[in-house]
């Protein structure tokens, strides 16, 4: 589906084989003049990516797969969500999305024809355990996983799993109030055994959570996200705690990694041979000034999104800052507990990066009534302007500003904070709201998105230059999908989605990530586990 418009307008193929060709010269070029070749690490393409790096793409189960209720699959949190008025901006839900349930095989053809090494997807909770673990497995559900990732070893593309990526059985939220409750962490341990019992021959990247940071900060202290929680000062919901609950959640996120990860350890790593770790959004803060005051705010800034659920996980307790801020409304881990987080550990940090902010001090300077610092950021405001100018180049997306030193800087950070730990750069991306008035030219001529690819690849190569150990790139996506709160009308993918007929259209992006795959892996590694 995705050659039918080309074939059909070979004058438009020609003309973008000519402009990607004008393109790829020009950001090759440019890449090229702004390495220090010298320091290269892969000596047969004079490459700074390691010759083993793993260059993907990334999605995740809810956002691409539809089949919502097909094959004995259960409600997620996300199906419900999405069914309620007003929730979605466009009104949308991922009931179809990009139905790569049916069409999985033709978008392991897109990753082919990219050149990709490893593919990023997560599993369906519910799809494997519709009811948690108060029910049966769903055979089809495995099945279906089973048929994913032999189709993506086939073609020599490295399945890398994700247990949880936002969705989750509603049975749990309706049972217990899903992760404001410990009993969640035997559900999603339970839920880790089978899918590493099932897949962990072929699977060897695991990983637990996606941003728990950003669901709970949604989920439970703004109320924009399923469960729909928070205080009336912090948003609009019927019931919740902003100050208590995303500090309860988090704990047992926390938890429940740590007991698949203990699981993963002691049951399968010896044997399966895999890895395993957490993904986290991680944005860049910059302090708004030089004071020190705005310095500490983007340390705490620092602390309160990212360092809450990484300092635990990897050095067993929270921050500091969090501590004190927070006071009683930070659960505290037991001694079992911190001797389980101490002893698993993670083998590697999945970093989400798209973004950075200034943050602004609200803890020892005053800050405007009303700007939204409380101390469940740890009074540090976040903002894009200082006086008019924005930190990045704004894109149609609210959230987005283009800033790639930022990525340099955020590896860096936590090279240096976790003892360079293996990192991989689970999502980076591109995102527009599509303008309903776009030509199949303007829709698939991505320009900016290459950009913001090339000088963000650009950065991350410094990082690995100066000794960050960073061991894959995935862009997120490989196609337009459903984007949570936005619905379908925020597209990141290197394929365009028509989402009437579900064809999918090869942006210039996808080629231009397809050359610059070639020039820095040249040799594919051998195909894994042929079936
Ligand atoms: C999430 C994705 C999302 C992307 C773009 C990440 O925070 O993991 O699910 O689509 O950002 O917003």
């Known amino acids: 589906m995705e050659f039918a418009a080309e074939s059909c307008l070979l004058h438009k193929s020609v003309f973008f084989i000519i402009l990607m060709s004008l393109c790829l010269s020009a950001f090759m070029g440019a890449y090229s003049r702004t390495e220090n070749l010298s320091m290269n690490q892969n000596s047969e393409s004079s490459s700074p990516f390691p010759s083993n790096f793993l260059f993907g793409t990334a999605t995740s189960s809810y956002q691409v797969e539809g089949a919502f209720s097909s094959d004995g699959k259960g409600l997620s949190n996300w199906d419900v969500f999405t069914h309620k008025p007003g929730k979605i901006m466009d009104g949308t839900n991922g009931d179809i999305a990009d139905d790569e349930y049916h069409q999985y095989q033709e978008d392991v053809g897109l990753m082919e024809e990219i050149g990709v090494n490893s593919y990023r997807f997560s599993i369906s909770w519910a799809r494997i355990l519709p009811k948690g673990r108060f029910g049966k497995v769903n055979k089809q559900g495995l099945d279906y996983y089973d048929r994913l990732i032999n189709a993506l070893l086939r073609k020599g593309i490295e399945p890398f799993v994700t247990l949880t990526h936002f969705d989750i059985p509603q049975e749990l939220e309706d049972r217990y109030q899903s992760w404001l409750s410990p009993k969640i962490q035997e559900d999603f341990k339970y839920y880790a055994d089978i899918c590493f019992k099932k897949f962990g021959d072929r699977v060897k990247y695991w990983v637990t959570i996606n941003e728990p940071n950003v669901a709970v900060i949604r989920g439970y202290r703004i109320g924009i996200w399923p469960p729909s929680r928070c205080s009336a000062s912090f948003g609009n919901c019927s019931h919740g705690n902003s100050e208590k609950d995303p500090f309860v959640a988090a704990h047992n996120l926390i938890l429940s990694h740590v007991s698949a990860v203990q699981l993963y350890r002691t049951k399968y790593q010896k044997k399966q041979g895999g890895e395993i770790g957490i993904v986290m959004d991680a944005i860049w803060f910059e302090p708004f000034s030089n004071s020190l005051e705005d310095k500490l705010a983007a340390e705490r800034a620092q602390s309160f999104f990212l360092n809450w659920f990484l300092d635990p996980i990897i050095l067993g307790k929270y921050p500091s800052e969090m501590k004190e801020i927070l006071g009683q409304d930070l659960p505290e881990f037991s001694k079992y507990?911190?001797?389980?987080?101490?002893?698993?550990?993670?083998?590697?940090?999945?970093?989400?990066?798209?973004?950075?902010?200034?943050?602004?001090?609200?803890?020892?300077?005053?800050?405007?009534?009303?700007?939204?610092?409380?101390?469940?950021?740890?009074?540090?405001?976040?903002?894009?302007?200082?006086?008019?100018?924005?930190?990045?180049?704004?894109?149609?997306?609210?959230?987005?500003?283009?800033?790639?030193?930022?990525?340099?800087?955020?590896?860096?950070?936590?090279?240096?904070?976790?003892?360079?730990?293996?990192?991989?750069?689970?999502?980076?991306?591109?995102?527009?709201?599509?303008?309903?008035?776009?030509?199949?030219?303007?829709?698939?001529?991505?320009?900016?998105?290459?950009?913001?690819?090339?000088?963000?690849?650009?950065?991350?190569?410094?990082?690995?230059r100066k000794g960050a150990d960073v061991r894959g790139y995935f862009v997120w996506s490989l196609l337009d999908n459903f984007e949570w709160k936005y619905g379908e009308n925020v597209r990141f993918g290197l394929h365009h989605v028509d989402y009437g007929t579900l064809n999918r259209t090869r942006r210039l992006s996808a080629l231009w990530y397809k050359h610059f795959i070639a020039q820095n892996l040249p040799h594919k590694p051998p195909t894994l586990s042929i079936l």
């Open 337 to 464: 507990e911190v001797e389980k987080l101490k002893k698993n550990g993670i083998d590697f940090i999945g970093v989400n990066h798209y973004t950075s902010y200034y943050a602004k001090d609200c803890f020892f300077s005053e800050c405007e009534p009303g700007s939204g610092a409380s101390k469940t950021e740890g009074f540090a405001l976040y903002v894009h302007d200082k006086n008019g100018i924005s930190l990045g180049d704004k894109t149609t997306v609210d959230w987005l500003y283009v800033r790639p030193q930022g990525l340099e800087k955020m590896v860096t950070y936590l090279k240096e904070r976790y003892n360079n730990l293996p990192m991989f750069i689970t999502e980076n991306g591109y995102g527009e709201v599509e303008d309903p008035n776009s030509t199949t030219r303007d829709i698939v001529n991505d320009v900016q998105r290459v950009n913001y690819l090339s000088s963000y690849l650009n950065s991350l190569a410094k990082a690995i």
